[in-house]
């Protein structure tokens, strides 16, 4: 399943929702998320509602180094019960 998740997700465009947050510590964090029902029949998860894409983006105030991480995932509610 993970890599019909890292396919979809390849080549993505413009995320379904984005938040700029300033944490605690000095960092600041941009999350984007994608979204979709497209492999919702190729699943073997009978209840699939929608996969995501989740990156983080973490920006340390002090030195500025970044890092990122990905996070891929399921969902049993559709586009109209959960949005981004």
């Known amino acids: 399943m993970r ?6 997700f ?11 947050l300033s944490l605690a510590h000095g ?9 979709s029902a497209a492999l919702n029949t190729y699943l073997d998860f009978s209840h699939a509602g929608q996969v995501f894409l989740i990156e983080r983006e973490v920006i340390r105030k002090n030195n ?6 990905v996070a891929l995932g399921m969902i049993s509610r559709s586009p109209d019960q959960a949005s981004p």
Request: net charge positive.
């Open 10 to 20: 390849q080549n993505r465009k413009a995320p379904d929702f984005i938040a700029v």
């Open 64 to 69: 500025g180094k970044v890092s990122t991480e």
């Open 3 to 8: 890599s019909l998740l890292t396919q979809l």
């Open 27 to 35: 960092r600041s964090e941009t999350r984007r998320i994608w979204c």
